[in-house]
């Protein structure tokens, strides 16, 4: 396995979680189809990032392919709720803003249907600072 293979599952945290490479799982995914859901549209960075990653986890995994599906809508709502439903046969992941699921799931948006504690987190592909802003006459000052 390649340096780069490693540092990008190993920051995926897929490797692991999926059992690649563990015994335990030899051979499950071989002439299997894994879904990765994106929740988002299929031209912004996220689209990039599943492009990118989806043949080295079908690589690592031992699968035959990782199909691409970009559900956007509803801010990542709709694509999220399908991975929520799907079986939990280990075919079926997600690639999304981990944030904005838990705040989303947290302040009750409308039509979701997940809990956002109850999903299992493979890891982030980056990692960027987020900032929390309000207009100038706010009486939120800190």
Known sequence: MSASLRMTMAALGIGAALGAGAGHAEGFYEAKVV???VPHSASGGY???SQLLAPRIAEE???EEVRIEHHSGAGGILGSNLVWHAEPDGLTIGLSSGSS???TSLAGGEGVQFDATEFTYLGRPTSD???IFVGQDSPIQS
Request: charged residues 20%; glycine residues 6%.
């Open 129 to 131: 600072d987020r900032i």
């Open 61 to 63: 995994l031992g699968a």
């Open 101 to 103: 699921l838990v705040l």
């Open 47 to 49: 689209a990039r990032y």
């Open 35 to 37: 879904t990765l859901i």
